[in-house]
């Protein structure tokens, strides 16, 4: 059976970064591109983040562009989200995700596995 395991989140000032890790396990990982979403209280989950299979292309949401880059190890079965510049609206649960389906890589239903969960705050 698959299972994400999301960590690294925490609570930060505005301006500082954090680095987000998700480890894999029960699935082929190498195959797969990875997403990151997340979801601030109150509100929906968005997309933040896709990295391809092989790490070679990376798409963003606009509003985290030239701030977050997403990486992945494949060798660790492991991908990452590296934070800078963080800003009180980063605040929410960050989910990383396996991408099973053709479709667009914002929408959620393209996402079979799913993580728990991080939680990341930023102080202001």
């Known amino acids: 059976q698959g299972q994400l395991v999301e960590s690294g989140g925490g609570l930060v000032q505005a301006g500082g970064s954090l680095r987000l890790s998700c480890a894999a396990s029960g699935i082929t990982f190498s195959n797969l591109p990875m997403g990151w979403f997340r979801q601030a209280p109150g509100k929906a989950r968005e997309f933040v983040a896709y990295i391809s299979a092989s790490g070679g292309t990376a798409y963003y949401t606009d509003s985290v562009k030239g701030r977050f880059t997403i990486s992945r190890d494949n060798a660790k079965n492991t991908v990452y989200l590296q934070m800078t510049s963080l800003k009180p609206e980063d605040t929410a649960v960050y989910y990383c995700?396996?991408?099973?389906?053709?479709?667009?890589?914002?929408?959620?239903?393209?996402?079979?596995?799913w993580g728990q969960g991080t939680q990341v705050t930023v102080s202001s």
């Open positions: 995700a396996a991408k099973m389906y053709l479709g667009n890589h914002m929408r959620e239903a393209m996402y079979h596995y």
